[in-house]
């Protein structure tokens, strides 16, 4: 099809539009890159800046080296997130499986059970009482306990089981397996697009997760802080930075930031296909 | 021909398209312009501090004298601006603000308006206290106390702007003051003030000290409350109807020092001193606001569906033929979400629904025992024990951490007592919610900003995801549209922590924006612009993740008809307003619905990572979740309100969740639910 003039103009028009997008996405947290590994001075004298003049690795050396907190939030955040995803995921599989058997005694109260929970909630203060209720107040469990079942997933999982043809487990059946057996052998495996999303899902929202922290941990237990929340407190308090001569609070600060963003900015474009296909299982279609 | 007529049912069909939309951004504004005016005109009695009004009558003579130079006038106003700014003000958000100086015979009126005053100094010490939520706060039994007998705290030493010290508590002159029941006069001793249910007691009212000396050219002062008088104290005060009371000055004896030119003499000093107790009462404004659009939006919902407006703006070609077969296919639906494929332009009869249709009605998955009364049905729990087993960890955990909870609402109707837990507390009604709807009370402030934020979310973010899909799906070059989508479709992962640090780096003082525009402005600081900040980096975040619903519904649409609409000799933006938007009318309908229904959320996250704690900026943006959230750390006594408020919240949102999600099944496309 020959293109018209206006329709060139507006496709020259549109990419460059696009482009300026893709600049205001990307620039603001290049910004906070370029920032991190500026020098001091040049950050006391210019602000933070896109360009960088005068590279130097001296606002990560200090995160690292004069904060044994930093590291360690580190590790808590990854403790907490690995077991957040492989609880989530076996947990949430296992009820989609059992609410997906036909025959089940009690598959529509049980489906109809956690469907609720995705109505209706008790909400922050009711949740709070409970979660310390338990005990588990200052306690890394508190962050993973109360997510770890989820609606959502559950219904996911179970939309894409019925996708797996009932011959399968028919013949499982035969075969002598237990209702165990086939969701781990059968099921899990066939399963792996809607398990990587989820999975990949909960490590996101988990790595991110501080208001969890917020009111949970107090300020004696900050070895148990996660390192989203930790950035916090280092945005919000110069005292956690060092803020000297020697050492740009800005630089820190942004330093901190970046840490805590690289695993999802370093996989995200990788795996970008499972997240966009947890978003459309579920949406219409013309 | 027949294109034709496609073209213009298209045409039409975009034409109530935008209509629709139309409709929504006029209910959205609707919702917020009431709530905004509810708010607002309460603004007066926002604190349950005695915001109000007041008259000062200044004795002409004395005031000339005092004035000097200056017209009388000029100094009263410099007076009182003098007072706002001691007391917080500023000039965005006065604490007192004269309105006008009347002229009599002998005095110069003064009319000030009275809002937000938690303090109010100087001029001589003139001290309106807040004691909210009095609970037996021993500063005020001891004032009060201190009162009855005139010795104490109410007659230490004062110390006044125009350095003179004053110490009042000597023998002679002293003031004892009770209090005076409002109803029927009877005198009230201050300790039955502090006890007694009717005043004090347990009840939410509210006390106000006042104190001043010294100020021998003020005549009298007249206040007006946003509240009932209950009771106020025996020395000087009359009462002019219920809300108001007139106080006059007395007389009493005191030392005198003047910190200038240290001089220390006993003489005269004119003393208005006392106290009012205030009963707020409901903001019957804002609750008949409430009931009003409730009733309209409902009066309205049921038209449309009656009317079939909605069903006839959504109705395409294929949910028409879609209609047919469900009415005659027998199909138990066991999921309540269908499973789509990512959309194609192959057929959309890939439906994939929990289990195909089958001559003999729906294939167990399970080897069925026959029948399903109760002896069977034991057998099937026999034979399905390892499927409770692997139901366990997730019911538990649903029992515990979602369950309990809901049954932790009952809160709302109670006032949390810690040692008493949940259940053991005492139960009181809907007194709660009364704290929350009436004048003063945080509703009205909570859902204006709630729905404005998420009004204004909606309103530039939808928009821009729509456009943006539109825009893409231009792009024919593979590599360039991973890349913007991409770009776009990151900031969603990101934590409003991340963007909070990404905030820091544009509006700190010396960050990028004040930089590039060369202004000192201190965004941090300053009200003016924070929706607008707020706003933005919502957009930013979610924008880009919004086109994905769009773009999906976009690559559905038939690419014969782009072409037979440029063959009709359509050009491009013809095509858009005829084949694009039309087609993607169902997909805008469900969204715009969806997004209605989230009126009510909000995104406490963001505004607790994003809004400095506490100070006139977060009071501007505080939402419901916000409020709830910070309420944790406050005192358990307010758990019960904070917990009503989130109820009321969820009540609403899902009301409005499940009501479009109604609206959305009468258009025949398929729905959550």
Same mark, same amino acid.
């Given at each position: 099809m020959r293109k018209s003039a206006g329709e060139k103009t507006f496709t020259v028009f549109n990419y460059l539009l696009l482009t300026v997008l893709i600049l205001v996405f990307a620039l603001p947290y290049l910004l906070i890159v370029a920032t991190s590994l500026t020098k001091a001075e040049s950050i006391f004298e210019h602000g933070p800046s896109l360009i960088i003049r005068g590279l130097s690795f001296e606002s990560y050396i200090y995160l690292f080296t004069a904060q044994d907190l930093f590291l360690n939030s580190v590790g808590v955040s990854l403790f907490v997130t690995c077991i957040t995803v492989v609880l989530s995921v076996f947990v949430n599989a296992a009820y989609a499986y059992v609410v997906s058997? *036909?025959?089940? &005694?009690g598959q529509k109260f049980f489906s109809i059970l956690i469907l609720i929970t995705m109505l209706f909630s008790g909400g922050t203060i009711p949740g709070y009482i409970v979660t310390t209720g338990l005990g588990? *107040?200052?306690? &890394?469990w508190a962050l993973i306990l109360p997510g770890i079942i989820s609606a959502w997933y559950v219904f996911l999982i179970r939309s894409f089981f019925s996708t797996i043809p009932d011959s399968l487990d028919e013949a499982a059946r035969l075969d002598g397996a237990t209702n165990i057996r086939i969701l781990i052998k059968i099921y899990m495996p066939l399963s792996k697009p809607i398990i990587a999303t989820i999975a990949l899902y909960t490590a996101v929202a988990s790595w991110n997760a501080w208001t969890g922290a917020m009111l949970y941990l107090d300020s004696q237990h900050k070895n148990l802080y996660p390192l989203s929340y930790l950035v916090r407190e280092i945005i919000n308090d110069s005292n956690l930075t060092g803020g000297t001569a020697d050492i740009a609070a800005d630089g820190v600060k942004n330093a901190a930031v970046v840490v805590s963003t690289l695993p999802i900015i370093l996989v995200y474009p990788f795996l970008q296909k499972y997240f966009i296909s947890g978003v459309l299982v579920g949406s219409i279609k013309e | 021909m027949r294109e034709n007529q496609k073209n213009s049912s298209a045409i039409k069909k975009t034409r109530r398209g935008i209509v629709l939309f139309i409709i929504s951004v006029v209910a959205i504004f609707l919702l917020s312009a009431c709530s905004a005016a509810a708010a607002d005109s309460t603004s007066m009695t926002m604190k349950k501090d005695g915001s109000g009004q007041i008259h000062i009558s200044f004795d002409k003579t004395l005031i000339a004298d005092k004035a000097e130079a200056e017209s009388a006038e000029s100094f009263i106003a410099a007076l009182v601006d003098q007072v706002d700014t001691m007391s917080g003000g500023t000039p965005q958000n006065h604490k007192l603000k004269l309105k006008s100086i009347d002229e009599t015979a002998d005095s110069f009126v003064a009319k000030i308006d009275l809002r937000r005053i938690y303090n109010l100094s100087g001029v001589g010490d003139f001290r309106f206290s807040d004691a909210a939520y009095y609970k037996g706060d021993s500063g005020d039994v001891a004032m009060l106390a201190g009162l009855q007998d005139g010795t104490g705290a109410a007659f230490s030493a004062i110390n006044i702007l125009n350095g003179k010290q004053i110490d009042p508590s000597i023998s002679e002159g002293k003031i004892a003051i009770n209090g005076i029941d409002a109803a029927d006069g009877a005198q009230i001793s201050c300790a039955d003030i502090i006890e007694n249910e009717k005043y004090l007691g347990k009840k939410d009212n509210n006390i106000f000290f006042f104190r001043a000396f010294d100020l021998e050219y003020i005549n009298e002062i007249e206040i007006t409350f946003a509240a009932d008088i209950v009771a106020y104290s025996s020395e000087g005060i009359t009462l002019v109807d219920k809300n108001t009371v007139r106080i006059t000055p007395s007389t009493i004896r005191a030392k005198v020092k003047d910190?200038?030119?240290m001089t220390n003499i006993e003489r005269d000093v004119s003393c208005f001193m006392g106290f009012v107790i205030i009963q707020p009462s409901p903001n019957s404004l804002l609750i008949g606001g409430f009931v009003v659009l409730g009733l309209g939006i409902g009066v309205l919902i049921f038209f449309a569906i009656k009317k079939k407006w909605f069903s006839k703006l959504f109705r395409t070609e294929k949910s028409r033929a879609a209609k047919k077969e469900k009415v005659s296919a027998q199909n138990e639906a066991a999921t309540s979400v269908n499973s789509q494929n990512l959309a194609s332009d192959v057929s959309t009869e890939l439906t994939v629904k929990s289990e195909p249709p089958t001559p003999s009605g729906a294939a167990a998955q399970i080897p069925k025992i026959s029948g399903s009364n109760f002896a069977q049905k034991l057998r099937r729990i026999k034979r399905d024990k390892s499927l409770y087993l692997l139901l366990l960890p997730g019911l538990v955990l649903l029992l515990i951490f979602n369950y309990t909870p809901m049954f932790g609402l009952i809160l709302s109707f109670k006032e949390y007592d810690v040692g008493r837990g949940i259940f053991g507390s005492e139960w009181i009604g809907f007194d709660n919610f009364r704290t929350l709807f009436r004048a003063g009370g945080k509703m009205g402030l909570l859902f204006k900003n709630t729905v404005g934020l998420a009004a204004l979310r909606f309103l530039v973010g939808w928009p821009a995801s729509v456009i943006l899909a539109l825009l893409l799906n231009e792009v024919h070059n593979k590599v360039f549209k991973r890349t913007i989508q991409t770009a776009s479709y990151l900031p969603y992962f990101l934590s409003w922590i991340t963007i909070s640090g990404i905030l820091f780096n544009f509006l700190n003082d010396n960050g990028i924006v004040n930089r590039i525009f060369g202004i000192d402005h201190k965004w941090f600081v300053e009200t003016d612009h924070w929706w607008g900040i707020l706003t933005i980096t919502s957009v930013w975040k979610g924008a880009g993740w919004g086109t994905i619903m769009f773009l999906a519904g976009l690559a559905g649409i038939n690419s014969e008809l782009y072409e037979a609409s440029s063959i009709d000799g359509a050009g491009k933006l013809a095509q858009v307003f005829h084949v694009t938007l039309p087609g993607l009318m169902p997909v805008i309908g469900i969204s715009l619905i969806m997004n209605m229904g989230n009126?009510?959320?909000?995104?406490f996250e963001q505004i607790i990572a994003l809004v400095p704690t506490g100070g006139e900026i977060y009071s501007h943006t505080e939402v419901f979740g916000s409020y709830i959230f910070n309420a944790v750390s406050d005192s358990p006594r307010y758990y019960g309100v904070a917990t009503a408020a989130g109820l009321f919240q969820s009540l609403l949102s899902m009301i409005l969740v499940v009501g479009s999600n109604y609206i959305v099944k009468k258009t025949d496309n398929p729905a959550f639910f």
């Open positions: 058997r *036909k025959g089940f &005694v588990l *107040k200052n306690s &890394v | 910190v200038n030119n009126l009510v959320r909000d995104d």
